[in-house]
T-cell receptor
Framework: RKEVEQDPGPFNVPEGATVAFNCTYS??????FFWYRQDCRKEPKLLMS???SGNEDGRFTAQLNRASQYISLLIRDSKLSDSATYLC????????????FGTGTQLKVEL | NAGVMQNPRHLVRRRGQEARLRCSPV?????VYWYRQLPEEGLKFMVY????????ESGMPKERFSAEFPKEGPSILRIQQVVRGDSAAYFC????????????FGSGTRLTVV
């Protein structure tokens, strides 16, 4: 089983749609969780941290379920500029203090 | 710009040559990480360093690859005798070392082996 697993997509959605991404991780001892965004051929950029209580940043909502080892990201009112690859990231997934990245879910927002 | 600085942005090497990739972390960050991203694949952890120490090199290939983070100067990822399969984007990231915070990534070095 992969340490961090995501549906690769692509998700093709119309502008204004709501889209949800899911992610699972294998190591129950994992400490902290993040969503990153990566645009084509560029560096990953931190989108938001993920907490058990759930957290929201504008149109983005992230949720963590430690019991199920499951992380989600919800994007409301999608914009064309949201088109990117969304990376689920876990600290401690592979042991030690380092970030382990999922392979990413590609989102394409269309007119 | 106080971000992570990587150079060169693009590097072309012939098979058998050496590649040296440099990374200057965010000012004040003492933790440096190197990741490799092959075309159409995810980021794979290579090595985690603090000043003058390798903390975790579990992702480093056993041969030809080495990394250092000296007391003064940037972190260096060195690839000896490059092969075509080494062609990839190499990203460096830095952090304060606190698990609750993510990393700041540099723009990467795109290595092409011809």
């Amino acid at each position: 089983r992969k340490e961090v697993e995501q549906d690769p997509g692509p998700f093709n959605v119309p502008e204004g749609a709501t889209v949800a991404f899911n992610c699972t991780y294998s190591n129950s001892a994992s400490q902290s969780f993040f969503w990153y965004r990566q645009d084509c051929r560029k560096e990953p950029k931190l989108l938001m941290s993920v907490y058990s209580s759930g957290n929201e940043d504008g149109r983005f909502t992230a949720q963590l379920n430690r019991a199920s080892q499951y992380i989600s990201l919800l994007i409301r009112d999608s914009k064309l500029s949201d088109s990117a690859t969304y990376l689920c990231v876990v600290n401690g997934a592979g042991g030690g203090n380092k970030l382990t990245f999922g392979t990413g879910t590609q989102l394409k927002v269309e007119l | 710009n106080a971000g992570v600085m990587q150079n060169p942005r693009h590097l072309v090497r012939r098979r058998g040559q050496e590649a040296r990739l440099r990374c200057s972390p965010v000012k004040g960050h003492s933790h440096v990480y190197w990741y490799r991203q092959l075309p159409e694949e995810g980021l794979k952890f290579m090595v985690y360093l603090q000043k003058e120490n390798i903390i975790d090199e579990s992702g480093m290939p056993k041969e030809r690859f080495s990394a250092e983070f000296p007391k003064e100067g940037p972190s260096i990822l060195r690839i000896q005798q490059v092969v075509r399969g080494d062609s990839a984007a190499y990203f460096c990231a830095s952090s304060l070392g606190d698990r609750d915070y993510g990393y700041t990534f540099g723009s990467g070095t795109r290595l092409t082996v011809v």
